[in-house]
C-alpha cells in the first residue's frame, strides 16, 4: 500500500502548477457544447487564449473551427458551457443579464462583417456613432464632438452628414468602426470586417483598425480569413477542431514569421494534419525525451525498433 503524500508535498506540487496567464482577455479550457434535436456539436473544445493589454491580433481558421463562437463569447453574446473566460477582469461566466448588458455597452466594441449589422440606414454617419453614447449616458453636448473625433480619426471627417447607403462599403465599416469605438471600450472585436471588400478597401479598414489600435489604445481582436490582414499583425493565432493549434509571430509586421505549436496548461498540442498524415500518426505515439528536444515516434504493429 503505496503511503499518502504528505501535506508539505502536496504544496510543494501546486506551487509548480503554471501560473495563471494575465492580459486584457484570458480564455482557460473553454468548452461551448450546442445541442439541438439530440444532435450535439461541440465548436470549442477547450481553448486556450491570452491577449495582452492593447494588443492587435488575428485569429484564423477554417469555417467551422470555433472562431466565430469564440467572438460571440468575448462579445458577451453567449455563454460558455464550461472553463473560464474574461475580458479587463470581468468574468463572462459569472455576470448577470443586466452586468452582460453593461459590459456590451461600455467594455466592448464589436464590428461585423454585413455592413447592414452595424449601421442604422436612417441615420447619418455623425448620428450613428452618437447613438450608442446616448444608450450608455454620456452627456448630450459631448456626443457630437467626440463622434465627429473619431470620424476624423478614421478619414471620414468629410462624411459626417452622409447616410449609409451614401456611402461606399469601405467607408461603412469605417464608420462601424467609430461606432465601435463610441464608448472607449477596452476590447475591440471585428468579425470578418474586409470579408465582403476588395483588397484596397479591405487594407483601408484594416488601417483604420490599425488606427484605433494605436491612437485611443484599445486591444482589436480580427477574425479573418484575409492573408494580408492575418499577416500584417505581430501575432496571427490559429484554430482548429475548437482549440487554438500554433501561434505565428512576427518581429515585425508585415514580414514573414515563425510558426510555433500552442501548448495549453494542460501539457496538450495539436500536431499538424500534414505531418501526422506523412508519418501515419494515429491514436497513440511513443515520446522520447531528449536534452534539448521531445521526440515523437509512430506506433506500429510488430516488433519496434528503437529510435535512432
Avoid at 468575448?74 to 458551457?81: E, H, K, Q, R
Avoid at 467626440?146 to 447607403?165: D, M, N, T, V
Wanted: with cysteine; hydrophobic share 40%.
Amino acid at each position: 500500500m503505496s503511503e499518502a503524500p504528505s501535506l508539505e508535498r502536496l504544496r510543494t506540487a501546486a506551487a509548480r502548477r503554471p501560473e495563471r496567464p494575465e492580459g486584457m482577455v484570458v480564455c482557460e479550457n473553454l468548452v461551448r457544447i450546442f445541442r439541438s434535436e439530440g444532435v450535439e456539436v461541440q465548436a470549442l473544445q477547450g481553448l486556450d487564449l491570452a491577449v495582452a493589454d492593447g494588443e492587435l491580433l488575428a485569429l484564423v481558421g477554417a469555417s467551422g473551427s470555433g472562431k466565430s463562437t469564440l467572438l460571440s463569447i468575448l462579445a458577451g453574446l453567449d455563454v460558455p458551457t464550461a472553463g473560464s473566460a474574461s475580458v479587463a477582469g470581468r468574468d463572462l461566466l459569472a455576470m448577470r443579464r443586466r452586468e452582460r448588458l453593461e459590459y456590451r455597452r461600455r467594455t466592448v466594441g464589436f464590428v461585423w462583417q454585413q455592413t447592414a449589422k452595424n449601421l442604422l440606414p436612417h441615420l447619418t454617419a455623425v448620428e450613428n456613432v452618437m447613438l450608442p453614447m446616448r444608450y450608455a449616458g454620456l452627456p448630450r453636448g459631448q456626443r457630437h464632438g467626440r463622434a465627429a473625433e473619431l470620424l476624423g480619426l478614421l478619414g471620414l471627417g468629410g462624411k459626417l452628414g452622409r447616410r449609409p447607403g451614401e456611402l461606399s462599403g469601405g467607408e461603412q465599416q469605417r464608420v462601424a468602426i467609430a461606432v465601435a469605438n463610441a464608448n472607449e471600450p477596452a476590447l475591440l472585436l471585428a468579425d470578418e470586417p474586409t470579408g465582403e471588400l476588395d483588397s484596397a478597401t479591405g487594407e483601408e479598414v484594416f488601417g483604420a483598425l490599425r488606427s484605433a489600435n494605436a491612437e485611443l489604445g484599445v486591444t482589436v481582436v480580427i477574425v479573418t480569413h484575409d492573408a494580408a490582414v492575418a499577416e500584417q499583425v505581430s501575432r496571427t493565432v490559429r484554430i482548429r477542431n475548437g482549440r487554438t493549434s500554433t501561434e505565428v509571430l512576427r518581429h515585425e509586421e508585415g514580414r514573414p514569421g515563425v510558426e510555433y505549436a500552442v501548448l495549453d496548461r494542460a501539457g496538450r498540442l495539436q500536431l499538424p494534419a500534414e505531418f501526422t498524415a506523412a508519418l501515419r500518426l494515429s491514436r497513440r505515439v511513443r515520446l522520447e525525451l531528449e536534452q534539448d528536444h521531445i521526440g515523437v515516434w509512430p506506433v506500429v504493429d510488430g516488433p519496434q525498433e528503437e529510435p535512432r
